[in-house]
């Protein structure tokens, strides 16, 4: 709306404003044909700023950082999966250790989230606001913030630290596994280089020349189309242009790249308090409730009897055979269809450059044989003569 009042102003002026203007009538013609003269330089000008590229390539790197960020949140379920894994065991002390675990690595996260996102930080306004929400105990509380005098920038880290402390207890007491356990410090590596990188992304933003450019280029480009987009009146006289009144073009072409910067501008910064910004409230929430999860509930659920209970497609492959019978080959069995997905037509995949060879032997037969079916999805005959044995 701003735009079009300009535009109208500027039309305004045009069309009536330069007839109050003093002076004689040649004055006013020529005032007017400067003024024609300077819209089809803007006209012109416009051609020649590649708004096109610049707007691309700006928002495509914005929007595969934006995404590269969304990619390096941690998830918990690989990493207590495996830590389930190799601390199996029922007892108390282990499942005290699991819960513990869980909890860490989801203090890890809320801290480190606490320091990018402005939703975790108005959640969490203050790292004792933790120990209200259970993820933090009061001496853990100090602890930390003795390593923050100490250290700022390890407060962080140090929930990562007390997890290789719990699993260095349980490798001198168990004797896990060495493949499970070398697979569990990956995985806690992999969580602390998410946490690294988020920082990184947080601290390193897009250089602000960059953005620059781009604001002055979209800018730039409709401040000279408010007069190089004006119906000029010697053009509409002589039937070169139309007089639209309501310049249906420039206002489309003005959302598309104004709306296209927008998008740029507001996917700079993910974690902020927009509401296209990453939720980290629901994916820290959602981290809990699966960690507890994983670590409480499955871990200690009853275990189906999958040696004795036959299922279907057991009972398909393997039927039973009575003595002095043949054992039947084995079955594949098939999936069923329901009433709807049977009305579904399916197209399986095939290969382009399917050759028949039990059918054909040589590329003389290839040339000979007209009659032939083709199996991909083109004829056999478009690619007979790129061919080679």
């Not at 012109?44 to 928002?59: A, D």
């Not at 740029?264 to 902020?272: N, S």
């Not at 499955?298 to 054992?327: C, R, T, Y």
Request: glycine fraction near 4%.
């Amino acid at each position: 709306m701003i735009y079009l009042l300009f535009f109208y102003s500027i039309r305004l002026f045009y069309r009536n404003g330069i007839d109050f203007i003093d002076g004689d009538d040649e004055y006013k013609h020529k005032i007017r044909s400067m003024f024609e003269s300077f819209c089809r330089q803007c006209d012109s000008y416009t051609r020649l700023i590649p708004l096109t590229f610049l707007l691309g390539f700006y928002v495509s790197n914005v929007v595969s950082r934006w995404w590269k960020q969304f990619e390096t949140l941690y998830w918990p379920e690989d990493i207590l999966s495996v830590m389930c894994t190799v601390m199996h065991q029922h007892d108390e002390k282990m499942r005290r250790r699991r819960h513990t675990i869980a909890r860490y690595l989801n203090l890890a996260n809320a801290l480190a989230w606490r320091d990018i996102s402005s939703k975790i930080r108005l959640r969490f306004p203050t790292v004792h606001s933790f120990i209200e929400s259970g993820l933090l105990t009061e001496k853990e509380y100090k602890m930390l913030e003795v390593m923050h005098i100490e250290h700022s920038s390890s407060r962080w880290m140090a929930p990562l630290h007390w997890v290789q402390q719990i699993l260095r207890q349980v490798e001198e007491e168990t004797k896990p596994t060495p493949s499970l356990l070398n697979q569990f410090v990956t995985e806690l590596r992999t969580f602390r280089q998410s946490l690294r990188k988020l920082y990184s992304y947080d601290w390193v933003c897009v250089p602000l020349v960059y953005t620059q450019v781009a604001t002055l280029a979209t800018y730039a480009f409709f401040l000279f189309s408010l007069f190089g987009r004006q119906p000029l009146i010697p053009e509409v006289e002589s039937g070169k242009e139309f007089d639209m009144k309501i310049p249906i073009f420039t206002i489309v072409q003005f959302l598309f790249f104004v709306g296209w910067f927008k998008v740029g501008q507001d996917l700079m910064r993910p974690f902020g308090l927009d509401d296209d910004d990453i939720e980290l409230n629901y994916i820290l929430d959602r981290n809990v409730r699966v960690s507890f999860d994983i670590v409480n509930h499955l871990q200690e659920a009853q275990l189906p009897d999958f040696e004795n209970d036959d299922d279907k497609l057991w009972q398909e492959m393997h039927p039973s055979v009575k003595e002095g019978e043949s054992s039947p080959g084995l079955k594949i069995p098939q999936l069923p269809h329901s009433k709807y997905s049977s009305l579904l037509a399916e197209h399986p995949p095939r290969l382009h450059a399917y050759v028949p060879i039990d059918e054909i032997n040589s590329v003389q037969d290839l040339d000979n044989d007209d009659d032939d079916d083709s199996t991909g999805c083109m004829n056999h005959k478009k690619g007979k003569k790129h061919l080679s044995w």
